[in-house]
Antibody, heavy 115, light 107 residues
Framework: EVQLVETGGGLVQPGKSLKLTCATSGFTFSNAWMHWVRQSPEKQLEWVAQIKAKSNNYATYYAESVKGRFTISRDDSKSSVYLQMNSLKEEDTAIYYC??????WGQGVMVTVSS | DIQMTQSPSSMSVSLGDTVTITCRASQDVGIYVNWFQQKPGKSPRRMIYRATNLADGVPSRFSGSRSGSDYSLTISSLESEDVADYHCLQYDEYPPTFGGGTKLELK
């Protein structure tokens, strides 16, 4: 059974940092291109970041809205993908999902940025 | 960025209806369009990939089609479990972009 479990969300003040973790099982993680996708309180989905596999040199891509503030990474030995979020803004408030191939999805984790 | 203009934003439907939701891409995205279903409090579920391919486990009443830059999701003979939000996604070019979503509601 495929499982993706996101952790690390919470309430944080603007300008602070948070690191999300997505632990996976049930599929060949090392080959998977992994993404973070977020959903605003208005229910709009937004792609955030992608990391490709080792065979693709772990290439990373970012939405313009998070470039320079967020960093996606992975640890194939732990079948996990991460999202380091720095300099958080109120507009980063959303449910954050990790997804593999857009086929496998986690349950999502809430991030609230507010003073 | 490529814009995916999704319509309608909401739709009042009846059980047994045939429902069609459309996304228009602002530029060519080829076959690289997915459709997702999302129920309240749940994660998106991929229903259609590469514009016309049914994802594993998805009922055959769902179908995807393409006409030029218009991509459609059709649900034939709507069942109660199909009442949900639907989203399209283009992943031909970075950044991948989603449509604005369509909310199906029962009359």
């Amino acid at each position: 059974e495929v499982q993706l479990v996101e952790t690390g969300g919470g309430l944080v003040q603007p300008g602070k940092s948070l690191k999300l973790t997505c632990a996976t099982s049930g599929f060949t993680f090392s080959n998977a291109w992994m993404h973070w996708v977020r959903q605003s309180p208005e229910k709009q989905l937004e792609w955030v970041a992608q990391i490709k596999a080792k065979s693709n040199n772990y290439a990373t891509y970012y939405a313009e809205s998070v470039k320079g503030r967020f960093t996606i990474s992975r640890d194939d030995s732990k079948s996990s993908v991460y999202l380091q979020m720095n300099s958080l803004k109120e507009e980063d408030t959303a449910i954050y999902y990790c997804t593999g191939y857009y086929s496998y999805w986690g349950q999502g984790v809430m991030v609230t940025v507010s003073s | 960025d490529i814009q995916m203009t999704q319509s309608p934003s909401s739709m009042s439907v009846s059980l047994g209806d045939t429902v069609t939701i459309t996304c228009r891409a602002s530029q060519d995205v080829g076959i690289y369009v997915n459709w997702f279903q999302q129920k309240p409090g749940k994660s998106p579920r991929r229903m259609i990939y590469r514009a016309t391919n049914l994802a594993d486990g998805v009922p055959s009443r769902f179908s995807g089609s393409r006409s030029g830059s218009d991509y459609s999701l059709t649900i034939s003979s709507l069942e109660s479990e199909d009442v949900a939000d639907y989203h399209c996604l283009q992943y031909d070019e970075y950044p991948p972009t989603f449509g604005g979503g369509t909310k199906l509601e029962l009359k």
